[in-house]
């Protein structure tokens, strides 16, 4: 199949029940419009709101999403539908960066890196199979590395977020909780966008009750200075049509437009482990499509890890975000039964049109805190869990001291932020000093455990987080 050239099916009319469309078939245009709108919507909360968490502007995010999703669909050769947006396994990684006195030049060049260590990593695949994969990176290890990514994150939702306005976070933390496990279908996909819709809709009001107290020397962050919840003067005077650039936010601080990337040893330490994240989220998806259509997909995995690390790769060269592939666009595929890639580039090329649209990027960047505090609450604590889902699918055994020990040490490491000095000029820390324990002291036991007659017991199967065709009710975090 190519990667255009979509035959109609179906007389272009709404297939019947149990029918599904394959990715290389379409509907009418008009339809086709229509499920690419919803793809939209799909990715289009989280997509805007992590770009603003990490510094970055969210319209260039959304833009160069649409830039990533065309290159990964024409890398796989239309055989594997996904959009490409804007992955929450970099924002503790960026984090540390800024933490460190990193700039936005020196995040984009990190993630940079990251891409093209994923790509790299997507050849190895494409060319030798998966299996190096899985010598160097085995199920007990991938699902440790994402659950601290996650869980070190803890602290960004709980201190920075939530002081200045608990109510309203803990509220959106509640609607985020009922859409996603109550309701079932199309609006659980889209749990984070509608969240933000509430959240600002709560804060309007509790705007028109009372103002919030003034922000004090312990809580900067999330408050705009005016006593208001919600602070449009930058959406008033941002314009309808243009180019992406630097813009200042109420909530986030500064949010930098294209810029060209820095590199430093240092802070791309502190990346690395994302690519892990994104091994486990590729597979994930790759599985999770081939079983949706009855294609055989596994040829297509190294494909997959290549387009993710090219797309990725591209959007920091210009100082957008990292991208993965998104669950809740699964979520639609599942729903629909319609798996043509035609929606998916019809998706790209919206997004690419909304990143000319400053109005849109300085709503999101207009959030209040307390709403992003109720977001990040769920979405931080659902990544870490992911990380324990990984464990559970593949049946790690920790009865073992083998693999108990060294990944408990690599946690504790990497959630507590333990900083490892290696000289006056170069430390690692949090995720990256738990990443090198975690395969240091794995390995490393493995090696030693068969000649002292402890054997390991040994996992083999492929790294997972896959959400199953019939999975409802809920999303999965990027």
């Known amino acids: ?221 999330a408050c705009t200075g005016t006593g208001h919840r919600i602070d449009w003067s930058g959406v008033r005077s941002a314009d309808w049509i243009g180019l992406p650039q630097d813009i200042t936010s109420p909530t986030f601080g500064e949010l930098t437009g294209p810029h060209l990337p820095a590199f430093s040893i240092t802070f791309i330490l502190l990346v690395i482990p994302s690519v892990i994240a994104l091994l486990a ?30 797309g990725t790769a591209v959007a920091s060269f210009v100082g957008g975000s990292p991208t993965t592939t998104y669950a809740e666009n699964i979520g639609v595929m599942a729903a629909t039964r319609i798996y043509s890639t035609l929606a998916y580039y019809i998706a790209a090329v919206v997004a690419i049109l909304f990143g000319f649209c400053p109005k849109f990027g300085a709503v999101v960047a207009a959030t209040p805190g307390g709403v992003l505090g109720g977001i990040t609450l769920v979405l931080y604590g659902m990544i870490g869990l992911l990380g324990a889902k990984i464990w559970v699918e593949n049946r790690v055994d920790f009865g073992n001291p083998i693999n108990l020990v060294p990944l408990a040490a690599g946690l504790i490491a990497g959630i507590g932020n333990l900083n490892i000095k290696f000289s006056d000029t170069f430390s690692i820390t949090g995720i990256a000093a738990g990443t090198l324990i975690i395969l240091i002291g794995y390995h490393l036991v493995h090696i030693l455990a068969p000649r002292v007659g402890s054997a390991p017991v040994e996992n083999t199967a492929p790294i997972t987080d896959t959400p199953t065709a019939g999975h409802e009710g809920g999303f999965r975090p990027r």
């Open 1 to 221: 199949m190519s990667a255009f050239g979509w035959k109609q099916v179906y007389n272009g009319k709404t297939p019947p029940p149990g029918a599904v469309v394959r990715p290389g078939e379409r509907l009418s245009w008009l339809r086709m419009g229509g499920l690419g709108a919803q793809h939209v919507v799909a990715m289009f909360g989280a997509t805007f709101v992590f770009p603003a968490i990490m510094g970055l502007n969210p319209n260039l995010a959304v833009m160069m999403s649409g830039v990533a999703t065309i290159l990964f669909l024409l890398i796989v050769k239309g055989r594997v539908p996904s959009y490409l947006g804007t992955s929450a396994s970099f924002v503790a990684a960026v984090a540390a960066i800024r933490a460190q006195g990193g700039d936005s030049a020196d995040v984009t060049g990190a993630i940079l890196i990251a891409g093209v260590i994923l790509a790299a990593v997507g050849v190895l695949v494409h060319f030798g199979g998966s299996r190096y994969v899985r010598a160097v990176l085995p199920p007990a290890v991938t699902g440790a590395v994402v659950m601290l990514i996650g869980f070190n994150l803890a602290t960004v939702a709980t201190s920075i977020y939530f002081p200045a306005q608990q109510w309203i976070g803990l509220l959106t933390a509640l609607f985020v909780l009922i859409i996603t496990v109550l309701v079932r279908g199309f609006l659980s996909r889209i749990a984070i966008f509608l969240a933000l819709i509430f959240g600002y809709l709560i804060s309007w009001i509790a705007d028109r009750i009372n103002d919030v107290p003034k922000c004090t020397d312990q809580i900067t962050t």
């Open 281 to 310: 989220e590729n597979a994930g998806h790759v599985k999770a499509v081939s079983e949706m259509t009855g294609d055989d997909l596994d040829p297509y995995l190294g494909r997959a890890f290549i387009g993710d690390g090219v």
